[in-house]
């Protein structure tokens, strides 16, 4: 009863709390999470068991134990075998902080550096890595009937959060809040109930119209005509909200995964099962094409052409920009989440944004994580697949069903943008996995101390970053938080991110701001501001407002030829750009 209680509590914080988005929702998961997983395993671990090597705990600490590496601050004594690449990056930042250190702008210290170019970042992943290895395996641990009963928990959550979802996007809009109470950095298309954006909130509401699926065909399948009704509501409203959210993405995700269910209920040979999921997916397909939405049906018609839309192209270019990292960052990748921080010196597109995500999970994993980072997600499915085929003969039928159809939902919505790394769609996706594999207290007490091992970690994880405080997760890698950071929390920032052309940048600007307080180093602390926005600028040396910003700091130090260079440099990217104005230039 704990565990299944730990998860619902969990699932409604994430929900709640703005779709986990903020670290202090997911540190709050994964200390519950792994600690009532641990308490689990020590209390009801058997002595009858016949496998010895726990093959998912072994998985799951390998990932926990790599991520937490990576964050991990080394020693300079290290930087011989970091790589040359990483070494110039973290010299780059020694040498600046020594020279503010020279002026008096920051104490003379030799920080540490991680492997990982964003170390806020990665500890994000790490408590998320944590969260969803709790909550897959406190899953594992429920009796078929709770087991049930959890399905019919998501499904009426999804319902819920559709209705809140689509009245927040159509009847009574939210602005720049989730849930009308938690500010968000302006978006657009702006937010969906509690997710940032459409793609994510239709990937969730998809993903849980299965578990409702699932309970449907059962009820038809035992004639239980009542529930039947119920739950083709439910199934019914989340996918009219999944329409209504205009995630093309997410659409096509679910008519895929629903398909693919079809075919497994046909090769099983479970033809009312196929049956009725043929005709309740019909249903609801008919009615959202013959809804009279303008809006509605523009995006629908867009899907006869899908990569002649500007969504395409612009995913496939983010693909490009992000498969030229994966050559600099290839053993070990460049760091869980920190692909912000690395694409801008690769790319070759002269957009404006960032980009934060690469809107495809697979080749994001392999610029993130590299090979290491492949194989072990790959250890990961392979472990979860072994565990889901040992328990089938015990797996419920519904269980099967949902579970199935929001992994493929999942695996398919992956390919185009990255709702999985979302707290609240990974948490709910791994519970659901979960419900297919064995319990994690039947094990043998011999292998005791490795089955701990993981929840333990994950909890001490949890545990210290709490303490430390969860806050500075956040704010030393979102660009909106460092334009108003103190020059200590930037200096912090670019430890933890070396190549965080913001972190550079407004690390300038605090330089110049400093120099017009009056103070006597006022001419060395401009030219120090305009080497750090000069070394913002080879940081994403395609980005012309940076090239801007160098020249016009050059040209108020007298630089002139300097400042002509950056700013012709900006116009290069730009052509419809004027050159002020500078002395000498005819």
Request: net charge positive; hydrophobic share 55%; with cysteine.
């Amino acid at each position: 009863m704990t565990a299944l209680l730990v998860l619902l509590l969990s699932v409604d914080l994430l929900i709640v709390w703005g779709g986990g988005i903020f670290p202090g929702a997911v540190c709050v998961t994964a200390a519950a999470c792994c600690a009532t997983l641990a308490l689990i395993q020590a209390r009801r671990t058997s002595d009858t068991a016949t496998e010895d090597r726990p093959w998912l705990e072994i998985a799951a600490l390998a990932v926990l134990a790599f991520v937490a590496l990576t964050a991990l601050p080394l020693p300079p004594l290290f930087d011989p075998v970091i790589g040359q690449f990483r070494r110039e990056q973290n010299e780059a930042v020694l040498k600046a902080l020594r020279h503010a250190a020279s002026l008096g702008l920051a104490p003379d210290e030799q920080p540490w550096f991680a492997l990982t170019r964003n170390r806020a970042g990665t500890l994000r992943f790490f408590l998320l890595a944590a969260s969803v290895y709790g909550a897959a395996l406190l899953a594992a641990s429920l009796p078929a009937a709770w087991k049930t009963a959890y399905l019919r928990f998501l499904a009426v959550a999804g319902a819920v959060v559709a209705l809140g979802g689509h009245a927040s996007k159509w009847w009574i809009p939210e602005g720049d809040t989730l849930w009308w109470t938690f500010p968000v950095p302006h978006l657009l298309p702006g937010p969906v109930g509690c997710f940032v954006n459409r793609n994510h909130f239709g990937g969730f509401i998809g993903m849980l119209a299965f578990p409702a699926l699932a309970l449907l065909v059962d009820a038809v399948r035992v004639r239980r005509w009542g529930s039947a009704v119920v739950y083709a509501v439910l199934f019914g409203v989340m996918v009219y909200a999944l329409a209504f959210s205009l995630s093309r993405g997410a659409l096509l995700s679910f008519a895929l995964a629903g398909l693919a269910l079809i075919l497994f209920f046909a090769f099983r040979r479970s033809l009312k099962a196929a049956a009725v999921s043929f005709v309740a997916l019909a249903a609801v397909a008919t009615a959202v094409f013959w809804i009279p939405n303008p809006q509605l049906q523009e995006r629908l018609s867009t899907l006869r052409h899908p990569l002649a839309t500007a969504s395409a192209s612009d995913r496939l270019s983010d693909w490009r920009e992000t498969l030229r990292v994966i050559p600099r960052y290839p053993v070990i990748g460049a760091g869980a989440n920190a692909l912000r921080m690395v694409y801008p010196q690769h790319r070759e597109t002269a957009a404006g944004g960032w980009l934060v995500h690469a809107e495809n999970q697979y080749i994001e994993l392999a610029a993130e994580g590299g090979l290491a980072g492949v194989l072990l997600a790959l250890f990961c499915a392979a472990a979860c697949a072994r565990g889901a085929w040992r328990n089938r003969c015990s797996t419920p039928a519904v269980v099967l069903t949902a579970a199935s159809g929001a992994a493929a939902l999942a695996a398919l919505h992956a390919l185009f943008d990255f709702a999985i790394l979302v707290p609240a769609c990974a948490v709910v996706l791994a519970s659901l996995i979960g419900l297919l594999l064995p319990n994690p207290a039947a094990g043998s007490r011999r292998a005791l101390p490795l089955r701990l091992a993981p929840a333990l970690l994950g909890l001490a994880g949890a545990a210290f970053l709490g303490f430390q405080g969860v806050e500075a997760l956040q704010r030393l890698d979102a660009h909106e938080r460092l334009q108003t950071a103190t020059a200590a929390e930037l200096r912090r920032a670019l430890v933890w991110a070396p190549t965080s052309w913001h972190a550079w940048y407004y690390l300038g600007r605090e330089a110049f701001a400093e120099a017009e307080g009056g103070t006597p180093q006022g001419a060395t602390l401009c030219r120090a501001g305009e080497a750090f926005m000069t070394q913002a600028a080879w940081y994403d040396p395609r980005n012309y407002r940076l090239w801007d910003q160098v020249g016009r700091a050059r040209l108020s130090l007298g630089d002139n030829p300097g400042a002509l260079k950056a700013f012709e440099r900006a116009k290069e990217l730009r052509p419809w750009l004027d050159i002020p104005p500078i002395p000498g230039r005819p």
